[in-house]
């Protein structure tokens, strides 16, 4: 708990609104930044029925962070372990729910290692969020780089 929200893993009947949270954020500040290629590139990730089958056999854990009953900030892990999702609602932006996210992410990610494997959780940081994952102690693996017309740096985090 912190600052009156709370983080916690989302129900199956939670996916679908926080993909719809992501694709918000998303389309708020990253779209003019991407194009049309990035905006369908993200747009086919959230929505892949794969995806979702894999969440819902515990394979890609979605945390959100809650204020009252309103979902304000998503974030997901992947295999490696590497961070996919990360967003937060605009209005709820700089009250600390990312660093939230992130906290608790790493926290479990710190009890269940093994099954995802390595010591350090990577991102690949959109231009609008690298200096968010600087300040929490991420630091550049590479070069600015562009893929599916999305512009990231990867970056990772040891866990």
Known sequence: MS???NVRF???EEYRPAMALCWRVFCEFESGLTGR???ESF???INDETLYTVFLNGGFPVIAAFDGNAMIGVAAVRMGPHLSLLFVEGCYQQMGVGRALIDYMHGWLLT???WLGGAKLTVNASVVGEGFYHRLGFRDTGPRT???GIDYTPMELEL
């Open 3 to 5: 600052e009156g929200f």
């Open 146 to 148: 562009k893929k599916d």
């Open 37 to 39: 290629e990035g905006m």
């Open 112 to 114: 269940t290692r093994s």
């Open 10 to 12: 989302i129900s199956r």
């Open 43 to 45: 747009s086919r990730f």
